[in-house]
Each structure stands twice: as structure tokens, then as C-alpha cells.
């Protein structure tokens, strides 16, 4: 059970590029998440989509664009990337919402340049 | 404003005692409390939960501790061993989960 996946693993920006982070469940979760994690900053909500077809914006959401493709998939779209989007982002599922503990994938290191 | 403080960036504790990680939190609607794991290149895993309708919950070598008059909760870890090093994160929840900023933990041979 591969869990939460989360492509790529790292990626090098320049500013002005974009690209959309993958991220895809197979728990059969409802809700997904997107979180940023910046040193000495802990893990801060940017996106989260509570059931398929619905999005809502967490704590940081600008600069970012979600879609929520279907039930399995969540994906996070930085249209022009900044070097403040340089980060470690980590996409989470859930069974139902905030009730249930969140299930994380292992990371996507990106760097802007 | 930190509605989730951990106040401490860093806990070394020897091998076999007891490690306690400390969390304090200033949002009185929060209604439940989670502690994360994360390892290096990981991303966090669950590791225990406590309702704010309680003031303990154990499982195994975890114990979470919460005092809701002081807006204080602790993780106890007895006996520490050295897989316990990593990073642990304090949650809270009232319509979303907000993390704290992590606690390194390192365990001492």
C-alpha cells in the first residue's frame, strides 16, 4: 500500500517559471491537503479540499492554485514562482475532514531561484 | 499570531530515560490534540492523539498529557530509545489543524 505519493521528489524554479506538484492517495480517502513546511516554521496549511469537487484556502494560500482532480489525486500549481516559494511541501489525506489524523507523503523539496 | 507554541527547538535525553516533549496552545475552541513524528526526507507521521474532554491517553511507551487551565499538553516518552529521534510536532484542532514549529528530540547512547 504505497500511502500517499507525492511527485517530483525535488525540483530547481527559476522566478517567473510554474509547475504543478502531484499528488495522488490510494486509501480512498475524502479529503486532501497541501502543507509547507520552512524552517523554524513549522508545517502551515496552504490548500486543502475537504471532499472531492470542493477547495478551500488554508493559512498561506497565495501565490497557489489547487485542483482537486478526483478523489485520488490533489494537485498544488505555483503559476510564477518566488523565492519565498522556497520550501519543502508536503501533500496529506484524511478519512473524513479534520476528524481523523492525516496521513502525509513524504515531501517535494522545491527551490526557486 | 503562534496559536500552537513549542517552545523548545531542541531535547537531548540519554538512552532508557524519559524523554518529555512540552506543547502550549492559546485557542480555547481547540477540541483535540495530535502529535507528529517526522523523520529525515520523511513526511510526519501520526503518532498519538488526546480529546480535550480527557487529560491522558497512553499508548504504549507514548503518554500524552493535556491541562486545558494551563493550555498545556506533553508528550511523555518512557523508555526513549534511539529510533525516537526525530522531530515531533504538536497539532491542535478547531475547524483545521494547526501545527506548532517541531521539537528536535535526540537520544544519547
Known amino acids: 500500500n504505497a500511502g500517499v505519493t507525492q511527485t517530483p521528489k525535488f525540483q530547481v524554479l527559476k522566478t517567473g517559471q510554474s509547475m504543478t506538484l502531484q499528488c495522488a492517495q490510494d486509501?480512498?480517502?475524502?479529503?486532501m491537503y497541501w502543507y509547507r513546511q520552512d524552517p523554524g516554521m513549522g508545517l502551515r496549511l496552504i490548500y486543502y479540499?475537504?471532499?472531492?469537487?470542493?477547495?478551500d484556502k488554508g493559512e498561506v494560500p497565495n501565490g497557489y492554485n489547487v485542483s482537486r482532480l478526483n478523489k485520488r489525486e490533489f494537485s498544488l500549481r505555483l503559476e510564477s514562482a518566488a523565492p519565498s516559494q522556497t520550501s519543502v511541501y508536503f501533500c496529506?489525506?484524511?478519512?473524513?475532514?479534520?476528524?481523523?489524523?492525516?496521513?502525509f507523503g513524504n515531501g517535494t523539496r522545491l527551490t526557486v531561484t | 499570531d503562534q496559536q500552537v507554541k513549542q517552545n523548545s527547538p531542541s531535547l537531548s535525553v540519554q538512552e532508557g530515560r524519559i524523554s518529555i516533549l512540552n506543547c502550549d496552545y492559546t485557542?480555547?475552541?481547540?477540541?483535540?490534540f495530535l502529535w507528529y513524528k517526522k523523520y529525515p526526507a520523511e513526511g510526519p507521521t501520526f503518532l498519538i492523539s488526546?480529546?480535550?474532554?480527557?487529560d491522558k491517553n497512553e499508548d504504549g511507551r507514548f503518554t500524552v498529557f493535556l491541562n486545558k487551565s494551563a493550555k498545556h499538553l506533553s508528550l511523555h516518552i518512557v523508555p526513549s530509545q534511539p529510533g525516537d529521534s526525530a522531530v515531533y510536532f504538536c497539532?491542535?484542532?478547531?475547524?483545521?489543524?494547526?501545527f506548532g514549529k517541531g521539537t528536535r528530540l535526540h537520544i544519547l547512547p
Open positions: 496529506a489525506s484524511s478519512e473524513g475532514g479534520w476528524v481523523s489524523p492525516l496521513h
Open positions: 486509501m480512498n480517502h475524502n479529503s
Open positions: 479540499s475537504a471532499s472531492e469537487g470542493t477547495t
Open positions: 485557542n480555547s475552541m481547540f477540541d483535540y
Open positions: 488526546i480529546s480535550s474532554i480527557k
Open positions: 497539532a491542535a484542532r478547531d475547524d483545521k489543524i494547526i
